[in-house]
């Protein structure tokens, strides 16, 4: 018999509506610490852990972030994407295909950059609870993506190879970090990067969002 294939998702911009929730708390975060920074080089960042976007922010600025301002950005991005989550819904398609998956008996796992706090979030939007569900948070591993370290922790949680896994997100940072761990990626455009862009990070396939790749499902996954 044929393995059946194992999902790996993301969550910000993959299976919830929060990728610009995110960019618009930093935003603020970074407004309030005076480092000017366009929304858009913001939103360039969105999908690596907040560690290493804000390395990537202090290069592209020029501006040294000491330790003690990178724990207050942190802090400030947390209370202001708290207070803005109200606005954070699931995206179409997201929980029927999760639903799906579950009822043909295909394996998934939520692997997040974000911290337990944060995904509680964007799991509350799509009515999920992380005791009911297989989870990976940044809180799990010591490197973010594009490392793949996540993405492994939830194979390894699937008890599935990488190599038998999809991973499923919206950022060039999931794909990369999933041909880094040797794992087949699947694009989504819900993120806002575009075809191209997903495509030369290594994702065989690109859908426009969950409820396209559910209606494709047959193309990626194998059924035992």
């Not at 040294?64 to 803005?84: K, V, W």
Request: glycine share 8%.
């Amino acid at each position: 018999m044929r393995e059946k294939t194992s999902f790996i998702f993301d969550l910000d911009g993959t299976l919830t509506d929060s990728v610009y929730q995110n960019v618009a708390a930093w935003k603020e975060a970074l407004d309030a610490e005076k480092i000017p920074l366009a929304m858009w080089r913001i939103h360039r960042k969105i999908g690596m852990s907040g560690g290493l976007m804000l390395k990537s922010l202090a290069r592209e600025t020029g501006i040294d972030i000491s330790e003690a301002q990178a724990q207050r950005l942190s802090e400030r991005h947390d209370q202001a994407y708290e207070r803005l989550q109200h606005q954070i819904i699931a995206l179409p398609g997201a929980n029927a295909l999760l639903d799906t998956l579950t009822r043909e008996g295909l394996s998934w796992c939520i692997a997040t950059s974000g911290e337990m706090h944060t995904a509680e979030i964007n799991l509350k939007a799509l009515g999920l609870k992380p005791a009911d569900i297989n989870l990976i948070t940044r809180d799990d591993v010591s490197q973010g993506k594009p490392d793949p370290s996540l993405f492994i922790a939830a194979a390894d949680k699937l008890g599935a190879p990488m190599a038998e896994c999809l991973v499923i997100g919206d950022a060039i940072w999931d794909m990369l970090a999933a041909r880094r761990g040797k794992a087949i990626g699947i694009g989504l455009l819900s993120g806002g990067y575009d075809v191209s862009e997903l495509e030369r990070a290594g994702a065989l396939r690109v859908y426009d969002d969950a409820l396209d790749l559910l209606n494709h499902l047959d193309e990626v996954a194998a059924f035992a």
